[in-house]
Protein backbone atom coordinates (compact mmCIF):
# COMPACT_ATOMS: atom_id res chain seq x y z
CA UNK A 1 0.00 0.00 0.00
CA UNK A 2 1.15 3.65 -1.08
CA UNK A 3 1.32 6.38 1.29
CA UNK A 4 -1.23 8.22 -0.57
CA UNK A 5 -3.47 5.54 -0.28
CA UNK A 6 -2.97 4.50 3.09
CA UNK A 7 -5.77 5.64 5.50
CA UNK A 8 -5.13 8.07 7.51
CA UNK A 9 -5.33 7.54 11.63
CA UNK A 10 -7.69 8.12 13.71
CA UNK A 11 -5.49 10.04 16.19
CA UNK A 12 -4.41 12.65 12.56
CA UNK A 13 -7.89 12.95 11.54
CA UNK A 14 -9.19 14.21 14.96
CA UNK A 15 -5.90 15.96 15.31
CA UNK A 16 -6.26 17.84 11.65
CA UNK A 17 -9.66 19.01 12.21
CA UNK A 18 -9.49 20.10 16.03
CA UNK A 19 -6.39 22.27 14.62
CA UNK A 20 -7.83 23.52 11.42
CA UNK A 21 -11.08 24.48 13.77
CA UNK A 22 -8.94 25.71 16.20
CA UNK A 23 -6.63 27.91 14.33
CA UNK A 24 -9.33 29.34 12.35
CA UNK A 25 -10.81 30.55 15.04
CA UNK A 26 -7.21 32.18 16.05
CA UNK A 27 -7.00 33.61 12.90
CA UNK A 28 -10.94 34.97 13.06
CA UNK A 29 -9.93 36.46 16.24
CA UNK A 30 -6.75 37.87 15.19
CA UNK A 31 -8.39 39.55 12.36
CA UNK A 32 -11.14 40.98 14.43
CA UNK A 33 -8.90 42.09 17.14
CA UNK A 34 -6.79 44.11 14.50
CA UNK A 35 -10.05 45.52 13.06
CA UNK A 36 -10.63 46.55 16.60
CA UNK A 37 -7.36 47.93 17.65
CA UNK A 38 -7.28 50.14 14.30
CA UNK A 39 -10.17 51.92 15.59
CA UNK A 40 -9.41 52.57 19.36
CA UNK A 41 -5.76 53.56 17.91
CA UNK A 42 -7.73 56.10 15.59
CA UNK A 43 -9.50 56.92 18.62
CA UNK A 44 -6.41 57.62 20.95
CA UNK A 45 -4.80 59.74 17.83
CA UNK A 46 -7.80 61.76 17.80
CA UNK A 47 -8.44 62.31 21.39
CA UNK A 48 -4.78 63.12 21.15
CA UNK A 49 -5.25 65.97 18.81
CA UNK A 50 -8.22 66.71 20.30
CA UNK A 51 -6.44 67.45 24.16
CA UNK A 52 -3.74 69.37 22.02
CA UNK A 53 -6.34 72.05 20.51
CA UNK A 54 -8.41 72.46 23.52
CA UNK A 55 -5.11 72.96 25.77
CA UNK A 56 -4.19 75.86 23.05
CA UNK A 57 -7.10 77.06 23.17
CA UNK A 58 -7.35 77.50 27.17
CA UNK A 59 -3.83 79.09 26.97
CA UNK A 60 -4.72 81.75 24.59
CA UNK A 61 -8.07 82.64 27.03
CA UNK A 62 -5.79 83.17 29.46
CA UNK A 63 -3.76 84.99 27.21
CA UNK A 64 -4.07 89.02 27.77
CA UNK A 65 -2.12 89.98 24.84
CA UNK A 66 -3.76 91.14 21.63
CA UNK A 67 -1.38 89.07 19.33
CA UNK A 68 -1.42 85.74 18.66
CA UNK A 69 1.94 84.26 19.88
CA UNK A 70 2.12 81.75 17.35
CA UNK A 71 0.84 82.53 13.55
CA UNK A 72 3.27 79.98 11.90
CA UNK A 73 3.04 76.48 11.62
CA UNK A 74 4.99 74.57 14.31
CA UNK A 75 6.50 71.37 13.13
CA UNK A 76 7.99 68.63 15.13
CA UNK A 77 11.64 67.35 14.04
CA UNK A 78 10.14 64.09 12.23
CA UNK A 79 7.59 65.83 10.55
CA UNK A 80 4.60 63.99 11.84
CA UNK A 81 2.83 66.25 13.82
CA UNK A 82 2.01 69.77 13.42
CA UNK A 83 0.46 72.41 14.95
CA UNK A 84 -0.81 75.92 13.32
CA UNK A 85 -2.14 78.70 15.31
CA UNK A 86 -3.39 81.35 12.74
CA UNK A 87 -5.42 84.71 13.03
CA UNK A 88 -9.28 84.32 12.09
CA UNK A 89 -8.60 87.50 9.38
CA UNK A 90 -5.31 86.26 7.67
CA UNK A 91 -4.89 84.29 5.21
CA UNK A 92 -3.56 81.11 5.68
CA UNK A 93 0.16 80.21 5.32
CA UNK A 94 0.90 77.11 3.28
CA UNK A 95 0.65 73.69 5.15
CA UNK A 96 1.49 70.11 4.07
CA UNK A 97 -2.76 69.83 3.37
CA UNK A 98 -4.87 71.35 1.19
CA UNK A 99 -6.83 74.94 2.94
CA UNK A 100 -9.80 73.39 4.97
CA UNK A 101 -13.32 74.54 4.97
CA UNK A 102 -15.35 74.54 8.41
CA UNK A 103 -14.15 72.98 12.14
CA UNK A 104 -13.83 69.44 12.98
CA UNK A 105 -11.96 66.22 11.76
CA UNK A 106 -10.52 66.91 8.04
CA UNK A 107 -8.90 63.70 6.60
CA UNK A 108 -6.12 65.12 3.89
CA UNK A 109 -3.83 62.83 1.55
CA UNK A 110 -1.07 61.48 4.25
CA UNK A 111 -2.37 63.55 7.32
CA UNK A 112 -5.25 63.47 9.73
CA UNK A 113 -6.45 67.13 10.87
CA UNK A 114 -8.32 68.94 13.46
CA UNK A 115 -9.46 72.25 12.85
CA UNK A 116 -10.99 74.54 15.55
CA UNK A 117 -11.58 78.38 15.23
CA UNK A 118 -11.41 79.80 18.96
CA UNK A 119 -10.28 83.18 20.45
CA UNK A 120 -9.85 84.85 17.17
CA UNK A 121 -7.55 82.12 15.71
CA UNK A 122 -7.64 79.18 13.64
CA UNK A 123 -6.36 75.96 15.33
CA UNK A 124 -5.16 72.81 13.41
CA UNK A 125 -3.12 70.29 14.88
CA UNK A 126 -2.68 67.14 12.51
CA UNK A 127 -0.69 63.53 12.45
CA UNK A 128 0.48 62.09 9.90
CA UNK A 129 -1.33 58.83 8.50
CA UNK A 130 2.44 57.35 8.26
CA UNK A 131 2.57 57.90 12.40
CA UNK A 132 -0.81 56.51 12.90
CA UNK A 133 -0.22 53.27 10.76
CA UNK A 134 3.59 52.13 12.69
CA UNK A 135 2.12 53.23 16.20
CA UNK A 136 -0.88 50.65 14.66
CA UNK A 137 1.39 47.91 13.59
CA UNK A 138 3.83 47.75 16.45
CA UNK A 139 0.81 47.21 18.95
CA UNK A 140 -0.62 44.89 16.50
CA UNK A 141 3.11 43.18 16.78
CA UNK A 142 3.41 43.17 20.37
CA UNK A 143 -0.11 41.50 20.37
CA UNK A 144 1.13 39.11 18.02
CA UNK A 145 4.44 38.64 19.90
CA UNK A 146 2.40 36.99 22.96
CA UNK A 147 -0.39 35.28 20.64
CA UNK A 148 1.99 33.66 18.90
CA UNK A 149 3.61 31.54 21.92
CA UNK A 150 -0.19 30.68 23.09
CA UNK A 151 -0.74 29.14 19.51
CA UNK A 152 2.30 27.16 19.59
CA UNK A 153 1.29 25.95 23.19
CA UNK A 154 -2.31 25.47 22.45
CA UNK A 155 -1.31 23.41 19.14
CA UNK A 156 1.08 21.20 21.36
CA UNK A 157 -1.48 20.88 23.92
CA UNK A 158 -3.86 19.58 21.67
CA UNK A 159 -1.95 16.90 20.00
CA UNK A 160 -1.11 15.76 23.61
CA UNK A 161 -4.63 15.81 24.35
CA UNK A 162 -5.77 13.89 21.14
CA UNK A 163 -3.16 11.64 21.39
CA UNK A 164 -4.05 10.67 25.34
CA UNK A 165 -7.45 10.33 24.01
CA UNK A 166 -6.89 7.98 21.64
CA UNK A 167 -4.27 5.99 23.28
CA UNK A 168 -6.48 3.40 23.94
CA UNK A 169 -7.71 2.96 20.23
CA UNK A 170 -4.19 2.64 19.09
CA UNK A 171 -3.78 -0.10 21.89
CA UNK A 172 -6.37 -2.09 20.52
CA UNK A 173 -5.45 -1.71 17.37
CA UNK A 174 -1.84 -3.15 18.26
CA UNK A 175 -3.25 -6.10 20.21
CA UNK A 176 -5.34 -7.29 17.37
CA UNK A 177 -2.52 -6.46 14.84
CA UNK A 178 0.08 -8.19 16.34
CA UNK A 179 -1.41 -11.22 17.49
CA UNK A 180 -0.44 -14.61 15.88
CA UNK A 181 -3.18 -16.55 13.90
CA UNK A 182 -3.69 -19.31 16.78
CA UNK A 183 -4.12 -16.71 19.50
CA UNK A 184 -7.82 -16.77 20.22
CA UNK A 185 -7.06 -15.16 23.51
CA UNK A 186 -9.66 -11.85 24.81
CA UNK A 187 -8.51 -8.49 24.37
CA UNK A 188 -8.94 -6.65 27.10
CA UNK A 189 -11.13 -3.83 27.85
CA UNK A 190 -9.54 -1.95 30.62
CA UNK A 191 -8.91 1.63 29.61
CA UNK A 192 -11.43 1.69 26.49
CA UNK A 193 -13.60 4.51 26.43
CA UNK A 194 -17.68 3.45 26.33
CA UNK A 195 -17.56 3.84 22.69
CA UNK A 196 -15.35 1.02 22.35
CA UNK A 197 -16.11 -1.61 24.84
CA UNK A 198 -19.00 -3.17 22.54
CA UNK A 199 -16.60 -3.18 19.65
CA UNK A 200 -14.05 -5.42 22.21
CA UNK A 201 -16.84 -7.06 23.39
CA UNK A 202 -17.89 -8.68 20.29
CA UNK A 203 -14.67 -9.22 18.95
CA UNK A 204 -14.21 -11.36 22.58
CA UNK A 205 -17.30 -13.36 21.47
CA UNK A 206 -15.91 -13.57 18.12
CA UNK A 207 -12.97 -15.05 19.08
CA UNK A 208 -14.99 -17.47 21.22
CA UNK A 209 -16.63 -18.75 19.07
CA UNK A 210 -13.94 -19.82 16.79
CA UNK A 211 -12.24 -21.12 19.93
CA UNK A 212 -14.92 -23.51 20.53
CA UNK A 213 -15.35 -24.36 16.36
CA UNK A 214 -11.48 -25.08 16.41
CA UNK A 215 -11.49 -27.70 19.75
CA UNK A 216 -14.80 -29.03 18.42
CA UNK A 217 -12.84 -29.96 15.19
CA UNK A 218 -9.86 -31.13 17.06
CA UNK A 219 -11.94 -33.18 19.89
CA UNK A 220 -13.75 -34.70 16.49
CA UNK A 221 -10.51 -35.54 14.92
CA UNK A 222 -8.63 -36.96 17.98
CA UNK A 223 -11.80 -38.84 18.72
CA UNK A 224 -12.89 -40.43 15.43
CA UNK A 225 -8.71 -41.42 15.02
CA UNK A 226 -8.80 -43.19 18.69
CA UNK A 227 -11.93 -45.14 18.08
CA UNK A 228 -10.61 -46.29 13.97
CA UNK A 229 -7.68 -47.43 15.46
CA UNK A 230 -8.62 -50.56 17.30
CA UNK A 231 -11.21 -51.36 14.62
CA UNK A 232 -8.32 -50.92 11.98
CA UNK A 233 -5.60 -52.77 13.96
CA UNK A 234 -8.45 -56.16 14.34
CA UNK A 235 -9.24 -56.03 10.52
CA UNK A 236 -5.26 -56.04 9.72
CA UNK A 237 -5.07 -58.94 12.18
CA UNK A 238 -8.02 -61.02 10.14
CA UNK A 239 -6.60 -59.76 7.05
CA UNK A 240 -3.17 -61.69 8.03
CA UNK A 241 -4.81 -64.73 9.00
CA UNK A 242 -6.40 -64.91 5.60
CA UNK A 243 -5.04 -66.92 2.86
CA UNK A 244 -6.41 -64.63 0.12
CA UNK A 245 -4.12 -63.08 -1.73
CA UNK A 246 -6.48 -60.23 -2.04
CA UNK A 247 -6.21 -60.05 1.66
CA UNK A 248 -2.46 -59.78 2.06
CA UNK A 249 -2.34 -57.24 -0.32
CA UNK A 250 -4.91 -55.45 1.61
CA UNK A 251 -3.11 -54.65 4.48
CA UNK A 252 -0.37 -52.75 2.89
CA UNK A 253 -3.77 -50.57 2.30
CA UNK A 254 -4.44 -50.69 5.70
CA UNK A 255 -1.07 -49.99 7.09
CA UNK A 256 -1.46 -47.07 5.25
CA UNK A 257 -4.91 -45.97 6.97
CA UNK A 258 -3.06 -46.57 9.95
CA UNK A 259 -0.16 -44.01 9.46
CA UNK A 260 -3.11 -41.48 8.34
CA UNK A 261 -4.82 -42.09 11.60
CA UNK A 262 -1.69 -41.26 13.35
CA UNK A 263 -0.50 -38.52 11.84
CA UNK A 264 -4.29 -37.18 12.59
CA UNK A 265 -3.74 -37.51 16.33
CA UNK A 266 -0.54 -36.05 16.12
CA UNK A 267 -2.06 -32.82 14.12
CA UNK A 268 -4.39 -32.56 16.93
CA UNK A 269 -1.71 -32.83 19.82
CA UNK A 270 -0.15 -30.29 18.21
CA UNK A 271 -3.30 -27.93 17.60
CA UNK A 272 -4.61 -28.89 20.68
CA UNK A 273 -1.31 -26.87 22.42
CA UNK A 274 0.01 -30.24 24.12
CA UNK A 275 3.50 -28.81 25.25
CA UNK A 276 6.81 -29.79 24.90
CA UNK A 277 10.05 -29.93 26.88
CA UNK A 278 13.46 -28.48 26.57
CA UNK A 279 15.24 -31.50 26.60
CA UNK A 280 18.57 -32.06 26.18
CA UNK A 281 18.37 -35.34 24.04
CA UNK A 282 21.15 -37.34 21.65
CA UNK A 283 19.54 -36.11 17.69
CA UNK A 284 22.22 -38.95 16.69
CA UNK A 285 20.89 -41.67 18.45
CA UNK A 286 17.19 -40.75 17.80
CA UNK A 287 18.33 -40.74 14.38
CA UNK A 288 20.08 -44.12 14.26
CA UNK A 289 17.03 -45.40 15.90
CA UNK A 290 14.95 -44.17 13.09
CA UNK A 291 16.49 -45.17 10.26
CA UNK A 292 16.75 -48.29 11.24
CA UNK A 293 13.45 -49.04 12.14
CA UNK A 294 12.45 -47.57 8.22
CA UNK A 295 15.59 -49.46 6.25
CA UNK A 296 13.76 -52.85 6.34
CA UNK A 297 10.78 -51.23 4.32
CA UNK A 298 12.18 -48.28 2.90
CA UNK A 299 11.29 -47.79 -0.75
CA UNK A 300 14.50 -46.35 -1.57
CA UNK A 301 17.99 -46.55 0.57
CA UNK A 302 18.52 -44.08 3.40
CA UNK A 303 22.32 -43.08 3.91
CA UNK A 304 23.20 -40.92 6.98
CA UNK A 305 26.47 -38.94 7.26
CA UNK A 306 26.97 -38.03 10.83
CA UNK A 307 29.97 -36.41 10.89
CA UNK A 308 32.07 -38.77 13.17
CA UNK A 309 29.66 -37.97 15.93
CA UNK A 310 28.80 -40.21 18.63
CA UNK A 311 26.45 -37.71 20.45
CA UNK A 312 25.23 -34.57 20.01
CA UNK A 313 22.73 -32.92 22.57
CA UNK A 314 19.91 -30.53 21.31
CA UNK A 315 17.70 -28.31 23.28
CA UNK A 316 14.19 -30.33 22.15
CA UNK A 317 11.47 -32.88 23.83
CA UNK A 318 12.65 -36.26 22.57
CA UNK A 319 9.37 -37.49 21.64
CA UNK A 320 8.77 -34.60 20.07
CA UNK A 321 11.93 -34.58 18.03
CA UNK A 322 10.89 -38.36 17.34
CA UNK A 323 7.62 -37.53 15.60
CA UNK A 324 9.52 -34.54 13.56
CA UNK A 325 12.22 -37.16 12.41
CA UNK A 326 9.87 -39.55 11.55
CA UNK A 327 7.81 -37.50 9.16
CA UNK A 328 10.55 -35.76 7.64
CA UNK A 329 12.04 -39.02 6.69
CA UNK A 330 8.55 -40.73 5.49
CA UNK A 331 7.90 -37.70 3.72
CA UNK A 332 11.35 -38.30 2.03
CA UNK A 333 10.35 -41.91 1.65
CA UNK A 334 7.36 -41.76 -0.19
CA UNK A 335 7.46 -38.54 -2.44
CA UNK A 336 11.17 -38.79 -3.66
CA UNK A 337 12.45 -40.95 -6.20
CA UNK A 338 15.82 -41.92 -4.96
CA UNK A 339 17.84 -42.56 -2.16
CA UNK A 340 17.40 -40.29 1.24
CA UNK A 341 20.72 -38.49 2.49
CA UNK A 342 20.43 -37.04 5.82
CA UNK A 343 24.30 -34.65 6.79
CA UNK A 344 24.30 -33.68 10.23
CA UNK A 345 26.76 -30.95 10.97
CA UNK A 346 28.30 -30.68 14.67
CA UNK A 347 27.06 -27.17 15.41
CA UNK A 348 23.28 -28.99 15.13
CA UNK A 349 22.45 -28.69 11.27
CA UNK A 350 20.72 -31.08 9.83
CA UNK A 351 20.03 -31.32 5.93
CA UNK A 352 17.31 -34.06 4.63
CA UNK A 353 17.28 -34.14 1.06
CA UNK A 354 16.12 -36.27 -1.73
CA UNK A 355 15.94 -36.51 -5.87
CA UNK A 356 12.72 -35.95 -7.50
CA UNK A 357 10.80 -35.78 -10.24
CA UNK A 358 8.39 -32.50 -9.48
CA UNK A 359 10.31 -29.55 -8.93
CA UNK A 360 7.60 -27.95 -6.87
CA UNK A 361 6.42 -28.36 -3.48
CA UNK A 362 2.72 -28.33 -2.18
CA UNK A 363 2.14 -24.38 -0.91
CA UNK A 364 -1.16 -25.60 0.93
CA UNK A 365 -1.97 -26.71 4.18
CA UNK A 366 -3.31 -30.39 3.25
CA UNK A 367 -1.61 -30.19 -0.41
CA UNK A 368 -0.29 -33.15 -1.92
CA UNK A 369 2.86 -33.52 -4.35
CA UNK A 370 2.42 -34.67 -7.85
CA UNK A 371 2.08 -38.36 -7.59
CA UNK A 372 1.41 -38.60 -3.84
CA UNK A 373 -0.88 -40.83 -2.23
CA UNK A 374 -1.19 -39.41 0.93
CA UNK A 375 -3.39 -36.27 2.13
CA UNK A 376 -0.53 -33.52 2.98
CA UNK A 377 -0.24 -33.88 6.74
CA UNK A 378 3.12 -34.99 6.79
CA UNK A 379 3.95 -31.28 5.63
CA UNK A 380 1.42 -29.54 7.84
CA UNK A 381 2.74 -31.66 10.94
CA UNK A 382 6.44 -30.80 10.49
CA UNK A 383 5.76 -27.11 10.37
CA UNK A 384 3.68 -26.77 13.41
CA UNK A 385 6.13 -28.54 15.12
CA UNK A 386 9.29 -26.86 13.93
CA UNK A 387 7.40 -24.19 15.25
CA UNK A 388 6.42 -25.78 18.29
CA UNK A 389 10.02 -26.50 18.84
CA UNK A 390 11.28 -23.13 18.20
CA UNK A 391 13.80 -25.14 15.36
CA UNK A 392 14.53 -22.69 12.17
CA UNK A 393 13.27 -24.81 9.30
CA UNK A 394 14.16 -24.57 5.17
CA UNK A 395 12.73 -26.02 2.92
CA UNK A 396 13.71 -25.57 -0.81
CA UNK A 397 13.28 -27.57 -4.34
CA UNK A 398 15.53 -27.11 -7.33
CA UNK A 399 17.86 -29.14 -9.90
CA UNK A 400 15.83 -32.36 -9.20
CA UNK A 401 16.30 -32.42 -5.58
CA UNK A 402 13.67 -31.55 -2.55
CA UNK A 403 15.54 -30.24 0.24
CA UNK A 404 14.40 -29.43 3.80
CA UNK A 405 17.45 -27.78 6.52
CA UNK A 406 16.42 -27.76 10.35
CA UNK A 407 18.97 -26.32 12.99
CA UNK A 408 19.02 -27.20 16.26
CA UNK A 409 20.18 -25.23 19.57
CA UNK A 410 23.02 -27.45 20.92
CA UNK A 411 23.58 -28.47 24.42
CA UNK A 412 26.51 -29.26 26.48
CA UNK A 413 25.91 -32.59 28.30
CA UNK A 414 23.55 -32.50 31.34
CA UNK A 415 22.96 -28.88 30.72
CA UNK A 416 18.97 -28.01 31.20
Known amino acids: MTEASRPRSLRARLTGRVLGLVLGGWLATILLS ?27 DTDHGDKIPRTLGVQT ?9 LPSNQDESPAPWPALSGDGFHDAPGWRILRRTAEGAVIEAAHSTRLRREETLEAASAFLIFAVPLMVLL ?3 LRRTVAEATAPVARLAESVSGRGPDDLSPVTAEG ?21 LRQSERDFIANAAHELRTPLAALRSRLELSADADAAAAVTTVDALTRRLERLLQLSRLEAGVGFGRG ?12 DEFRPGA ?13 LMVAADPDAL ?6 LIENALEHGSGAVRLRLAPDGMLTIDNPTRNDSLPEGRFDRGQGSSGLGLGLSIIEALAKAMGV ?3 RSVGKGTVRFELHFAVQAPGAQ
Open 322 to 327: AILLRN
Open 155 to 157: VWG
Open 299 to 311: RHPIRFDDSDLEQ
Open 77 to 85: NDGESVLRI
Open 34 to 60: AYVLDQEMTEMFDEELRALVETTVLHL
Open 392 to 394: PLA
Open 280 to 291: PCDLVRVLRLLI
Open 192 to 212: LPRELRPLAEAFNGYLARIGA
